[in-house]
């Protein structure tokens, strides 16, 4: 079941100590500011986790209330599941944006 192996992962990142979140969060291409703490990364990676469990519609609409006007979404999607990585990425950017507009 996704939600299970979903939830397992989670766990992984909770037993993770700073150092190996750290490096874990390097990975995902989200900004790293100086002084996140375990709380914040472990957060993030909520996030990001949830995303996953989402089905396409639903992180679509995330991602037009996100920001109003994606250009990138303009063009007509497929259906499936196809989007589901595109879509994922396209919510990363607008969290990198949101993150250094502050």
Avoid: C
Avoid at 86 to 95: H, Y
């Amino acid at each position: 079941n996704r939600v299970v192996q979903v939830v397992a992962r989670y766990e992984e990142f909770v037993a993770m100590d700073d150092v190996e979140l750290l490096a874990e969060y390097k990975t995902t291409g989200l900004p790293i500011e100086t002084g996140l703490e375990k709380q914040e990364l472990l957060q993030r990676f909520k996030m990001m986790l949830a995303w996953e469990l989402l089905p396409e519609h639903a992180l679509l609409q995330q991602l037009r209330e996100e920001r109003k006007t994606l250009h990138d979404l303009d063009a007509p999607l497929g259906e499936g599941e196809e989007n589901r990585p595109r879509l994922i990425e396209l919510l990363k950017v607008e969290f990198v944006r949101k993150s250094l507009a502050r």
